[in-house]
């Protein structure tokens, strides 16, 4: 997911998506232990998702307070 994308989300809409994102980390982390995925990058990925969204959303909150 592309920064712009996020930036046009509310802020109650990223943090659903934060959560929908780490449940499936969690998921994918786990079958990856006992079966390696086809695409290993994906948990990096979706890492740099949250991580990017979680940093978008911190900005929000910040600018609103000001």
């Given at each position: 997911?592309?920064?712009?994308?996020?930036?046009?989300m509310a802020?109650?809409?990223?943090?659903?998506?934060?959560?929908?994102?780490?449940?499936?980390?969690?998921?994918?982390?786990?079958?990856?232990?006992?079966s390696p995925?086809?695409?290993?990058?994906?948990?990096?990925?979706?890492?740099?998702?949250?991580?990017?969204?979680?940093?978008?959303?911190?900005?929000?909150?910040?600018?609103?307070?000001?």
């Amino acid at each position: 997911m592309k920064s712009s994308e996020i930036k046009e989300m509310a802020p109650h809409e990223i943090e659903e998506r934060i959560d929908a994102l780490s449940q499936e980390l969690v998921r994918m982390k786990l079958n990856h232990t006992i079966s390696p995925l086809e695409n290993p990058m994906k948990i990096k990925h979706t890492r740099q998702d949250i991580a990017r969204m979680k940093t978008i959303l911190r900005q929000k909150q910040l600018n609103e307070k000001s």
